[in-house]
Each structure stands twice: as C-alpha cells, then as structure tokens.
C-alpha cells in the first residue's frame, strides 16, 4: 500500500519502489505495540517480499526501504537472517559511494526524467536517510567502510546542501571526477532556492540519527540549527503541520503536509533523548503537540475509511503533480513511530 489515488483507489508500490518498506515496517511496529500473532505473521510476510532488495542498487533507497522493514524485523525478534540482509543491502548501497565525491549517488544522471535535467552527479537531501543503514551494517560486521562512507555523506551534506539559515537544498549536483558541487536545485520543492518541507525533515531525523551513532558534535549542533529552522519558521502553522514547502508561492492557500510533520515528530522524539533539560523537555513537547495534532481533524482518517491508512493531507511531489493532499504510507509509517518513541 502506498497511496490512495483522487477517484479513491488505492495505489501500491512494487518492491523496487522506495516506498515499499514503510508498510511492513509500519506492521512491525503495531506488532511490537500489540504482541497481536496476525500482525506478526503479515509483518514476516510483506518484509519476506522484500528480500531481493538486497542486491539491488539502481536507486540510493534501499535504506529506507531494507531499514524500515527488516530493520525493525531484526530490533524486534533478533532473528539474525533479518540482519544479514541488512549487511547485504548496505554493500550494494556502497556500489554507488565514490570516494572521490565522498557521496552516495542518489539517482542515476543518464535515466528517467533525471535526464532531462543535465546532472551528473545528483545527491539529494532525502538520501542522508539511507545513512542509518550504513551504521547498522558498520556495527554488524565491525567493517568501517561503511562508517566512513555515511560519515563523509553527511559531512559534503552539511557543506553543500544548508545554507546559512540551515534550510537545505533538495539537490546538489556534484562533479564525479573532482567532487565540486555544480549546481543547487529541487526536484520536489519549488523553486530552487526553497525550503521543502520533508527534505528539513529528513535533514534533521538524519542528523539526529548521525549524532547518536558518532557521538559527533558537529551533528548534534546541525540537527538543533535544522530543528530551530523549522519549529521558528514564520510560515510555519500553529498546530505544527507544515505547508507542502515552506517556500510555496501560494502560502496560506496551498497544501499541507501530514508526512513532514510526523518525521518531524519522530525527529523531535529522538532529538530529545539526545539533548537535556529545558531543551530537550521543548523537543519532547513539541513531538507531543503535532502527534496529538495530528490524532485530530483535519488529519486523522476516521475508521473504515482513507482504504484503511491513518492520515490524510501528505503531499508527495506537487512538482510532478503526484501524490498531492492524499494519505502516504510514509506519513503513516513515521507517525506510529512517534507515537512508538513517546510511548516509551
Ligand atoms: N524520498 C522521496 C521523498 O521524500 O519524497
């Protein structure tokens, strides 16, 4: 399940799709929440769809896509079939780290509507996501390949992708032979220079996560600059579900998005354990403000309805004209996890 298209059907996604781990990773959880037996046996069955991920590398996903689902597989039942096919996956995420960038290649410059644009080495901000993959497979295996690689992802990241207000960049395209950052775009917001609102999202989830894995400084204090950016933002609504882009010509008359504003909360939670006292009691709360926004009209689907996804009003690429006021797995997926993460 991935979204609900406007005549009501439901779409779905093949398992190369970057979404596909959301839907089993969103059972893991509601299992590990219910101890209910036929949510585990659905959770085996959708993550076991998956396994042929592990050799795939045509896309910079697969961490999302692997950690989601059988991440959560191998942190719930410790069955350690789960957690070889997350080493594997990260070795064929390694295929598209070049030392010389010191990235990983998020799409390939030569295909699809990527094409069209002239990039040679596109690096999106969405792709420090796949970084927490490379931390798991570092700490499984005791090879630190992969640490090296995440944490030079995420230092070029931080010196490419923010600018000086830490709002970020969707796209940088880098030269692959010199590693030069060429060009400053988007791809899903609008225009070029704006802030869209799921890339701060994924920018400060991904620096949290770097944080807790490095014990690095310089990532804590990247994910607190991200976390002031967003939650002081003047277009930033009262009740905490940013617009689509917090850049978007149209504001107030555009669209929310419920998917940003549950990994914010997701974010939050963690950023909070990270950090002390009154700082740390303001991430929490605000965690708290948007999931329990979020429990409420106008976002949370009433029962039986929304082809059975909890929220409404995501927005996936209003640029593409896909996805746009609709639910999202994803949306759905980082919402049960704050909601995990508070609980605890
Ligand atoms: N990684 C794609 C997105 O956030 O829409």
Same mark, same amino acid.
């Given at each position: 399940?991935?979204?609900?298209?406007?005549?009501?059907?439901?779409?779905?996604?093949?398992?190369?799709?970057?979404?596909?781990?959301?839907?089993? !990773?969103?059972? &893991?959880?509601?299992?590990?929440?219910?101890?209910?037996?036929?949510?585990?046996?659905?959770?085996?069955?959708?993550?076991?769809?998956?396994?042929?991920?592990?050799?795939?590398?045509?896309?910079? =996903?697969?961490?999302?896509?692997?950690?989601?689902?059988?991440?959560? /597989?191998?942190?719930?039942?410790?069955?350690?079939?789960?957690?070889?096919? $997350?080493?594997?996956?990260?070795?064929?995420?390694?295929?598209?780290?070049?030392?010389?960038?010191?990235?990983?290649?998020?799409? =390939?410059?030569?295909?699809? &509507?990527?094409?069209?644009?002239?990039?040679?080495?596109?690096?999106?901000?969405?792709? $420090?996501?796949?970084?927490?993959?490379?931390?798991?497979?570092?700490?499984?295996?005791?090879?630190?390949?992969?640490?090296?690689?995440?944490?030079?992802?995420?230092?070029?990241?931080?010196?490419?992708?923010?600018?000086?207000?830490?709002?970020?960049?969707?796209?940088?395209? @880098?030269?692959?032979?010199? !590693?030069?950052?060429?060009? *400053?775009?988007?791809?899903?917001?609008?225009? =070029?220079?704006? /802030?869209?609102?799921?890339?701060?999202? &994924?920018?400060?989830?991904?620096?949290?996560?770097?944080?807790?894995?490095?014990?690095?400084?310089?990532?804590?204090?990247?994910?607190?600059?991200?976390?002031?950016?967003?939650?002081?933002?003047?277009?930033?609504?009262?009740?905490?579900?940013?617009?689509?882009?917090?850049? /978007?010509?149209?504001?107030?008359?555009?669209?929310?998005?419920? %998917?940003?504003? /549950?990994?914010?909360? %997701?974010?939050?939670? =963690?950023?909070?354990?990270?950090?002390?006292?009154?700082?740390?009691?303001?991430?929490?709360?605000?965690?708290?403000?948007?999931?329990?926004?979020?429990?409420?009209?106008? @976002?949370?689907?009433?029962?039986?309805?929304?082809?059975?996804?909890?929220?409404?009003?995501?927005?996936?690429?209003?640029? *593409?004209?896909?996805?746009?006021?609709?639910?999202?797995?994803?949306?759905?997926?980082?919402?049960?996890?704050?909601?995990?993460?508070?609980?605890?």
């Amino acid at each position: 399940p991935k979204s609900v298209e406007k005549n009501g059907r439901m779409t779905q996604s093949d398992i190369y799709d970057w979404t596909s781990g959301f839907f089993p !990773g969103s059972l &893991w959880y509601l299992y590990e929440f219910s101890k209910n037996d036929t949510l585990k046996q659905q959770a085996i069955h959708w993550t076991a769809l998956l396994k042929p991920i592990q050799f795939f590398s045509g896309h910079h =996903d697969v961490g999302f896509m692997i950690n989601c689902s059988y991440g959560n /597989a191998f942190r719930i039942t410790g069955d350690t079939a789960y957690r070889s096919i $997350m080493v594997q996956t990260a070795k064929s995420l390694m295929k598209r780290y070049n030392p010389k960038v010191g990235a990983i290649l998020s799409w =390939d410059a030569d295909k699809g &509507w990527q094409k069209e644009k002239g990039w040679k080495y596109p690096v999106i901000i969405d792709n $420090m996501m796949n970084l927490e993959l490379l931390f798991k497979a570092s700490q499984y295996t005791g090879d630190s390949t992969f640490y090296k690689a995440a944490v030079s992802h995420a230092d070029k990241t931080m010196q490419h992708h923010f600018r000086p207000d830490y709002s970020s960049y969707h796209v940088v395209d @880098y030269d692959p032979e010199t !590693g030069e950052a060429l060009h *400053h775009q988007t791809a899903q917001g609008s225009p =070029d220079s704006s /802030a869209w609102a799921r890339g701060q999202a &994924w920018g400060l989830y991904a620096y949290t996560f770097c944080y807790r894995e490095t014990g690095l400084k310089r990532y804590l204090e990247q994910a607190e600059h991200i976390a002031q950016y967003i939650l002081q933002h003047p277009r930033l609504p009262a009740d905490k579900v940013p617009y689509w882009d917090f850049d /978007a010509p149209d504001i107030p008359d555009t669209y929310r998005d419920a %998917s940003a504003a /549950a990994i914010i909360a %997701s974010a939050l939670a =963690d950023l909070a354990k990270e950090t002390k006292g009154d700082t740390s009691a303001t991430y929490r709360q605000t965690a708290e403000t948007i999931v329990k926004n979020l429990n409420n009209a106008p @976002y949370r689907a009433t029962l039986g309805t929304n082809q059975g996804f909890i929220l409404k009003h995501s927005v996936g690429s209003l640029p *593409h004209q896909n996805e746009i006021d609709v639910p999202l797995a994803y949306a759905d997926y980082y919402y049960i996890e704050a909601l995990m993460k508070l609980r605890k």
